[in-house]
């Protein structure tokens, strides 16, 4: 009975995270922006993780390195370029939902919303996959 419920309960959020991506495809508009080099990252990022739903900040130091907070867990990477891709090392967040095969790896894409620049992302852990959009501050 309980894999009943959390096959349908995953499911049931998979396609409520794929209705809402339609939904913000149809009405924001993103500018791809080139990538540029990890310094001008620097800064404090505000966002969203899927498909836990929930706030995450990420403070990036000019050398790519950052730390990371979701609620009361925490992470830490390098954000490096790798053959003109953005590239995260690291863990977001630590805790329950840590890579058991090392560390984490996510591609990060560089937009630009209302004039202000966005970083999407996506990558996996023993929970599964996940994504997220951070606004930087």
């Not at 959390?6 to 959020?13: A, C, L, N």
């Not at 800064?43 to 000019?62: A, C, D, F, Y």
């Not at 996506?122 to 606004?135: A, C, I, K, V």
Request: hydrophobic share 40%; net charge neutral.
């Amino acid at each position: 009975m309980n894999t009943i419920l959390t096959v349908r309960t995953t499911v049931f959020s998979l396609l409520a995270l794929l209705l809402v991506a339609c939904a913000a495809a149809g009405v924001w508009a993103h500018q791809a922006l080139p990538s540029q080099d990890v310094k001008s990252l620097a800064g404090k990022w505000v966002g969203w993780m899927t498909p836990s739903n929930t706030v995450l900040e990420v403070q990036i130091q000019p050398d790519g390195s950052y730390t990371s907070l979701s609620g009361t867990t925490t992470g830490q990477g390098t954000i490096k370029m790798d053959g003109g891709r953005l590239m995260a090392d690291g863990y977001l967040v630590t805790g329950p939902n840590v890579a058991v095969a090392g560390a984490e790896k996510s591609e990060l894409t560089l937009s630009s919303k209302a004039g202000k620049q966005v970083i999407f992302g996506s990558g996996r852990d023993n929970e599964g996959p996940y994504s997220f959009q951070l606004t930087k501050q």
